[in-house]
């Protein structure tokens, strides 16, 4: 194990904190497959549980020992004041604890989804924290899998990662191609498509999980223009939260975190 103090913002050892974005970790030619970035102890332990593999940990003095104990001898471990950390960053680093991680192969559509009872599919959403929020609410409500279509946000953004306390890391993920490819894959596994969506033509949430189905994929919208017309040509079911006080729909969120509940319900 190599702990390194540095007092020098501009270190070489401390590019992928300083020179790359979120969206450049992603494409880095080395290591292969790209990075992202893990902030808090909290967040770097759950990655570490995942089987996700540290290049390097950025840390502040007194969060040293949370360090030490969670990274062993996987990776160097960079220590800085608190004003070298932010001009690194250029944010104030409040958790004290950087890594930077490996981004992991993701597995295949089929993988993911195969004994899967109740899956999420986010087609692009692009604001993160309600990316992270989400996978929270798929994780503490029972979903068995996170589907994102290619351009839904980054489920290993910074921010997402948060917002989602971790979450990312224990719920399986993949990202879904374009519909309608899509749609077979999902079919294929025996997942009933249900797409949370304002429809004349929609039934209630109740009542469609009232209905029984054995395997459920619910598809989500983005921010402002909801799901796709392709989305919605692959559901079997169009499904709507009844709403009161003449508010017609939920944020993305927050509409994830009560249809899961619901269809979790009647699962178990």
Known sequence: MSVIPLDAADDPRLADYRDLTDVSLRRVSEPAGGLYIAESAKVLDRALRAGHRPRSVLVQEKFLDDALALVGEDAEIYVVPAEVAEQVTGYAVHRGLLASMHRPVLASVEEVVKDARLVVVLEDIVDHTNIGAAFRSAAALGADAVLVTPR????????????????????????????????????????????????????????????????????????????????????????TIPMAGGVDSLNVAAASAVALWELGRALR
Do not use: I, N
């Open 152 to 239: 839904c946000a980054d489920p290993l953004y910074r921010r997402s990662v948060r917002v989602s306390m971790g979450t990312v890391f224990q719920v399986p993920w993949t990202r879904l191609p374009e519909w309608p490819r899509a749609k077979p894959l999902l079919q294929e596994a025996g997942l009933h498509l249900a797409a949370l969506a304002l429809s004349e033509d929609a039934v209630t949430l109740d009542a469609f999980s009232a209905a029984g189905h054995e395997r459920v994929a619910l598809l989500l919208g983005a921010e402002g223009d909801g799901l796709s017309r392709g989305a919605l040509a692959a559901a079997d079911t169009v499904v």
